[in-house]
């Protein structure tokens, strides 16, 4: 049940905007993360409060695994990571990440896209890189009472089950529009967990909101209407 609310606090904590120009960059997208959050709210990876860019651990449980320091601050997350988004193109080829961001107007607009960018854990996000998303056996138990999961061996994390459901949306809506391939068995895991946890209330009030920034919602999401965003 608090994960749950949670979720729902996360939401409401989202600052109702008008319709806008989408970010150009992954620095302008992370300036407008922080206003449509605000400061005070809930961090994706574990439902933990946050304050700033001061994560509360104890509202979850948490427990750092190695790195203190990193797990006490919100970093933006890449639900699809930056890697997954950049190293099919060519420009990864001649130069990484960094030249991606800097020549390649494509990526620009994935590694900047709203829908695809939580606030999260920090040592999560480090722990988590460019890990796919996906099913593990393992019980968590890394992370204290956080309910993720990072098989380092297998490269693999596995969510929370509150937000598998939105994952498995991202990716879908990422790989159509951004013309990312997914492996066979990675879109099997996502149509099937896209079926499994449905869109709920949060995630479509999230979409609005997000939608009003970027001016178009993720159709894998119901409920965007352009003519609630305002002037």
């Given at each position: ?15 109702a905007?008008?319709l806008a120009?989408?970010?150009?960059t992954?620095s ?10 605000g ?6 990876y ?21 790195n203190?320091k990193?797990a006490?601050?919100i970093e933006?997350?890449?639900?699809v990571?930056a ?7 060519q420009c ?9 961001a800097?020549n390649?107007k494509v ?13 999260g854990?920090g040592?999560?996000?480090g722990d ?9 056996p393992?019980?968590p ?7 993720m999961?990072?098989?380092f061996?297998?490269?693999i ?18 790989s159509?529009?951004y013309?990312?391939?997914l492996s ?8 099937a ?5 449905p869109v709920?209330t ?9 939608g009003c ?7 894998y999401?119901?409920?965007?209407n352009?003519?609630a965003?305002?002037?």
């Amino acid at each position: 049940m608090r994960a749950r609310c949670t979720l729902a606090v996360l939401l409401l904590c989202l600052c109702a905007t008008a319709l806008a120009n989408p970010p150009r960059t992954f620095s302008e997208a992370k300036k407008i993360g922080w206003k449509l959050y605000g400061r005070q709210s809930i961090e994706f990876y574990c439902g933990c409060k946050f304050r700033g860019n001061r994560v509360d651990l104890k509202s979850c449980g948490y427990q750092p695994r190695k790195n203190p320091k990193r797990a006490a601050r919100i970093e933006w997350e890449h639900i699809v990571p930056a890697w997954q988004i950049g190293h099919q193109r060519q420009c990864w080829q001649n130069g990484g990440r960094k030249n991606c961001a800097k020549n390649d107007k494509v990526y620009q607009r994935a590694e900047a896209d709203l829908h695809n960018l939580v606030p999260g854990i920090g040592e999560i996000n480090g722990d988590r890189g460019n890990f796919a998303y996906g099913w593990l056996p393992q019980p968590p138990s890394q992370y204290g009472a956080c309910p993720m999961v990072v098989d380092f061996k297998a490269r693999i994390a596995m969510p929370r089950k509150e937000t598998r459901g939105m994952i498995a949306r991202t990716y879908l809506y990422m790989s159509d529009r951004y013309q990312l391939r997914l492996s066979k068995q990675s879109r099997q895991l996502y149509s099937a967990w896209n079926k499994q946890y449905p869109v709920k209330t949060w995630e479509r009030q999230r979409n609005q909101r997000v939608g009003c920034v970027m001016g178009w919602g993720n159709p894998y999401v119901d409920g965007f209407n352009k003519r609630a965003c305002g002037s």
